[in-house]
Protein backbone atom coordinates (compact mmCIF):
# COMPACT_ATOMS: atom_id res chain seq x y z
CA UNK A 1 0.00 0.00 0.00
CA UNK A 2 1.08 3.52 -0.45
CA UNK A 3 -0.14 5.01 2.74
CA UNK A 4 2.50 6.25 4.96
CA UNK A 5 3.85 3.57 7.57
CA UNK A 6 3.02 5.60 10.89
CA UNK A 7 4.08 3.87 14.35
CA UNK A 8 1.00 3.65 17.05
CA UNK A 9 1.98 6.56 18.76
CA UNK A 10 1.71 8.78 15.50
CA UNK A 11 5.91 8.96 15.28
CA UNK A 12 7.77 7.91 11.92
CA UNK A 13 8.76 4.20 12.53
CA UNK A 14 12.68 3.64 12.74
CA UNK A 15 14.46 1.23 10.93
CA UNK A 16 17.84 0.60 11.38
CA UNK A 17 20.26 -1.13 8.22
CA UNK A 18 23.15 -3.31 9.63
CA UNK A 19 25.66 -4.38 7.30
CA UNK A 20 27.88 -7.46 8.28
CA UNK A 21 30.54 -8.91 7.17
CA UNK A 22 32.77 -5.74 7.16
CA UNK A 23 36.51 -5.64 6.99
CA UNK A 24 38.20 -7.58 4.41
CA UNK A 25 37.98 -5.39 1.42
CA UNK A 26 38.04 -1.12 1.19
CA UNK A 27 35.70 -0.81 -2.19
CA UNK A 28 32.51 -1.81 -0.56
CA UNK A 29 33.62 0.11 2.47
CA UNK A 30 34.08 3.27 1.05
CA UNK A 31 31.17 2.79 -1.26
CA UNK A 32 28.83 2.49 1.73
CA UNK A 33 30.57 5.72 3.70
CA UNK A 34 29.33 7.97 0.77
CA UNK A 35 25.25 6.93 1.38
CA UNK A 36 23.33 9.37 3.72
CA UNK A 37 22.95 6.51 6.17
CA UNK A 38 23.10 5.94 8.74
CA UNK A 39 24.29 2.40 8.64
CA UNK A 40 25.41 0.41 11.52
CA UNK A 41 28.81 -1.61 10.25
CA UNK A 42 29.11 -5.16 11.94
CA UNK A 43 32.98 -5.66 11.46
CA UNK A 44 34.70 -9.07 11.98
CA UNK A 45 37.42 -8.65 13.65
CA UNK A 46 41.39 -9.20 12.90
CA UNK A 47 40.81 -8.26 8.45
CA UNK A 48 42.70 -5.88 6.59
CA UNK A 49 40.47 -3.27 6.99
CA UNK A 50 38.68 -3.96 10.55
CA UNK A 51 40.36 -0.63 11.65
CA UNK A 52 39.55 1.61 8.63
CA UNK A 53 36.18 0.47 8.76
CA UNK A 54 35.49 1.31 12.02
CA UNK A 55 37.32 4.77 12.83
CA UNK A 56 35.53 6.10 9.33
CA UNK A 57 31.75 5.03 10.38
CA UNK A 58 32.33 6.24 13.76
CA UNK A 59 33.65 9.59 12.08
CA UNK A 60 30.00 9.23 10.20
CA UNK A 61 27.98 9.44 13.48
CA UNK A 62 27.54 5.75 12.77
CA UNK A 63 27.28 2.37 14.70
CA UNK A 64 30.25 0.07 15.14
CA UNK A 65 29.46 -3.02 16.65
CA UNK A 66 31.47 -6.32 16.38
CA UNK A 67 30.42 -9.32 13.59
CA UNK A 68 31.25 -11.81 16.07
CA UNK A 69 32.07 -15.32 14.72
CA UNK A 70 30.49 -18.50 16.34
CA UNK A 71 30.26 -22.00 15.10
CA UNK A 72 27.49 -22.97 12.95
CA UNK A 73 25.99 -26.10 13.19
CA UNK A 74 27.46 -29.00 10.58
CA UNK A 75 23.45 -28.65 8.79
CA UNK A 76 23.93 -24.76 8.33
CA UNK A 77 26.17 -25.77 5.10
CA UNK A 78 28.97 -24.18 7.32
CA UNK A 79 31.78 -25.52 9.77
CA UNK A 80 33.50 -24.08 12.85
CA UNK A 81 36.67 -23.79 10.21
CA UNK A 82 33.78 -21.53 8.06
CA UNK A 83 33.32 -18.70 10.82
CA UNK A 84 37.63 -18.09 11.33
CA UNK A 85 40.11 -18.36 13.43
CA UNK A 86 38.26 -15.77 15.77
CA UNK A 87 35.39 -17.74 16.54
CA UNK A 88 34.09 -19.34 19.67
CA UNK A 89 33.05 -22.60 19.75
CA UNK A 90 30.89 -24.68 21.82
CA UNK A 91 34.29 -27.32 22.68
CA UNK A 92 36.46 -24.62 24.37
CA UNK A 93 36.57 -24.02 27.87
CA UNK A 94 35.18 -21.52 29.21
CA UNK A 95 38.27 -19.59 30.09
CA UNK A 96 39.23 -20.20 25.87
CA UNK A 97 36.16 -18.60 24.70
CA UNK A 98 36.07 -15.06 27.33
CA UNK A 99 39.54 -15.08 25.93
CA UNK A 100 38.87 -14.96 22.46
CA UNK A 101 36.18 -12.90 22.96
CA UNK A 102 38.06 -10.34 24.51
CA UNK A 103 40.67 -10.48 21.98
CA UNK A 104 38.06 -9.81 19.24
CA UNK A 105 36.37 -6.70 21.31
CA UNK A 106 39.97 -5.30 21.22
CA UNK A 107 40.84 -5.64 17.86
CA UNK A 108 39.42 -2.31 16.68
CA UNK A 109 37.77 0.87 17.97
CA UNK A 110 34.78 2.09 18.82
CA UNK A 111 32.71 -0.84 19.22
CA UNK A 112 29.06 -0.22 20.55
CA UNK A 113 27.57 -3.56 20.38
CA UNK A 114 27.89 -7.10 19.07
CA UNK A 115 25.94 -9.50 17.08
CA UNK A 116 26.70 -12.90 15.72
CA UNK A 117 28.62 -13.99 12.60
CA UNK A 118 26.72 -17.34 11.72
CA UNK A 119 26.58 -19.24 14.95
CA UNK A 120 23.84 -21.13 14.63
CA UNK A 121 25.39 -23.86 16.61
CA UNK A 122 26.56 -21.66 19.77
CA UNK A 123 23.78 -19.43 19.36
CA UNK A 124 21.55 -22.35 20.74
CA UNK A 125 23.74 -23.16 24.24
CA UNK A 126 22.26 -21.65 27.63
CA UNK A 127 25.08 -22.28 29.35
CA UNK A 128 27.73 -20.40 26.37
CA UNK A 129 25.46 -18.01 25.40
CA UNK A 130 25.24 -16.73 29.57
CA UNK A 131 28.79 -16.56 29.64
CA UNK A 132 29.38 -14.50 26.28
CA UNK A 133 26.48 -11.78 27.36
CA UNK A 134 27.55 -11.25 30.68
CA UNK A 135 31.11 -10.24 29.66
CA UNK A 136 29.22 -8.54 26.91
CA UNK A 137 26.77 -7.03 29.26
CA UNK A 138 29.84 -6.14 31.77
CA UNK A 139 31.46 -3.61 28.85
CA UNK A 140 28.47 -2.13 28.86
CA UNK A 141 27.60 -2.84 24.77
CA UNK A 142 24.45 -3.49 23.10
CA UNK A 143 23.73 -7.07 21.73
CA UNK A 144 21.61 -8.01 18.16
CA UNK A 145 20.46 -11.44 17.61
CA UNK A 146 21.07 -11.91 14.02
CA UNK A 147 18.37 -14.98 14.20
CA UNK A 148 20.76 -17.62 12.10
CA UNK A 149 18.38 -20.07 13.81
CA UNK A 150 14.70 -19.76 15.21
CA UNK A 151 15.76 -21.32 18.03
CA UNK A 152 18.66 -19.01 19.15
CA UNK A 153 18.86 -18.62 22.39
CA UNK A 154 20.95 -14.55 22.01
CA UNK A 155 17.96 -11.99 22.09
CA UNK A 156 16.13 -13.78 25.22
CA UNK A 157 18.86 -14.31 27.40
CA UNK A 158 20.06 -10.46 26.61
CA UNK A 159 16.53 -9.38 27.26
CA UNK A 160 16.19 -11.47 30.89
CA UNK A 161 19.44 -10.01 31.62
CA UNK A 162 18.02 -6.33 31.47
CA UNK A 163 20.88 -5.85 28.39
CA UNK A 164 19.80 -3.43 25.59
CA UNK A 165 19.24 -5.86 22.78
CA UNK A 166 17.24 -6.42 20.02
CA UNK A 167 16.78 -9.21 16.74
CA UNK A 168 16.72 -8.75 13.00
CA UNK A 169 13.32 -8.81 11.75
CA UNK A 170 14.57 -9.12 7.64
CA UNK A 171 17.63 -10.61 6.01
CA UNK A 172 18.10 -8.48 3.10
CA UNK A 173 19.70 -10.03 0.18
CA UNK A 174 21.39 -13.57 -0.98
CA UNK A 175 24.48 -13.18 -3.10
CA UNK A 176 22.87 -14.72 -6.50
CA UNK A 177 19.84 -11.99 -6.01
CA UNK A 178 19.84 -8.73 -8.01
CA UNK A 179 18.86 -4.95 -6.88
CA UNK A 180 15.38 -5.70 -6.96
CA UNK A 181 14.98 -8.78 -4.85
CA UNK A 182 17.21 -6.61 -2.07
CA UNK A 183 14.60 -3.51 -2.89
CA UNK A 184 11.40 -5.43 -1.93
CA UNK A 185 13.00 -6.53 1.16
CA UNK A 186 13.93 -3.25 1.80
CA UNK A 187 9.66 -2.78 1.45
CA UNK A 188 9.18 -5.38 3.44
CA UNK A 189 11.53 -4.13 6.57
CA UNK A 190 9.82 -0.41 6.22
CA UNK A 191 6.08 -2.53 6.46
CA UNK A 192 7.65 -4.12 9.42
CA UNK A 193 8.61 -1.27 11.39
CA UNK A 194 5.10 0.17 10.64
CA UNK A 195 3.48 -2.25 12.44
CA UNK A 196 6.15 -2.63 15.29
CA UNK A 197 7.46 0.77 15.41
CA UNK A 198 10.86 -0.30 14.35
CA UNK A 199 12.67 -2.95 12.62
CA UNK A 200 16.29 -4.36 12.04
CA UNK A 201 17.22 -5.68 8.60
CA UNK A 202 20.66 -7.25 8.51
CA UNK A 203 22.46 -7.15 4.55
CA UNK A 204 26.05 -7.85 3.62
CA UNK A 205 27.98 -6.07 1.18
CA UNK A 206 27.40 -7.15 -2.02
CA UNK A 207 27.49 -4.68 -5.39
CA UNK A 208 23.72 -5.66 -6.01
CA UNK A 209 22.99 -4.45 -2.02
CA UNK A 210 24.91 -1.33 -2.04
CA UNK A 211 23.28 -0.50 -5.73
CA UNK A 212 19.76 -1.24 -3.58
CA UNK A 213 20.84 1.29 -0.91
CA UNK A 214 21.77 3.87 -2.83
CA UNK A 215 18.76 3.86 -4.91
CA UNK A 216 16.10 2.96 -2.43
CA UNK A 217 17.25 4.96 1.21
CA UNK A 218 16.11 8.51 -0.18
CA UNK A 219 13.01 6.50 -0.97
CA UNK A 220 12.75 5.53 2.88
CA UNK A 221 13.21 8.42 4.71
CA UNK A 222 10.42 9.39 3.59
CA UNK A 223 8.37 7.17 5.24
CA UNK A 224 10.75 6.10 8.09
CA UNK A 225 13.42 7.37 10.23
CA UNK A 226 16.73 5.78 9.46
CA UNK A 227 18.73 4.87 12.70
CA UNK A 228 21.70 3.29 14.37
CA UNK A 229 21.46 -0.41 15.85
CA UNK A 230 21.26 1.56 18.91
CA UNK A 231 18.33 3.53 18.31
CA UNK A 232 15.95 0.66 18.14
CA UNK A 233 17.08 -1.43 21.16
CA UNK A 234 14.60 -2.34 23.64
CA UNK A 235 15.39 -3.26 27.42
CA UNK A 236 18.50 -1.65 29.85
CA UNK A 237 18.36 2.05 30.55
CA UNK A 238 16.56 3.91 28.15
CA UNK A 239 18.88 4.78 25.44
CA UNK A 240 18.91 9.21 25.30
CA UNK A 241 18.79 10.90 21.64
CA UNK A 242 22.77 11.95 20.89
Not at 49 to 56: G, L, M, Q, T, V
Not at 83 to 105: C, H
Not at 116 to 145: A, C, P, Q, T, W
Not at 160 to 186: E, H, T, W
Amino acid sequence: GDKKAVSPDGHKPRVAIIVDDIGQHKEPIDRLLKLEGPLTFAILPNLPYSKYAAEKAHARGWDVILHLPMEPMESSGYSGEDAGEDALLVGQSKEAILARLDRNLSSFPYIEGVNNHMGSKFMENDELMDLVLERINSKGLYFVDSMTTAKSVGYKKAAGMGMKAVKRDVFLDLSSKGPDYVKSQLKKLVEISGKKGSAVGICLPYNATIEALTEYMPVMEGEVDLSNASDVLSGGKEVSGR
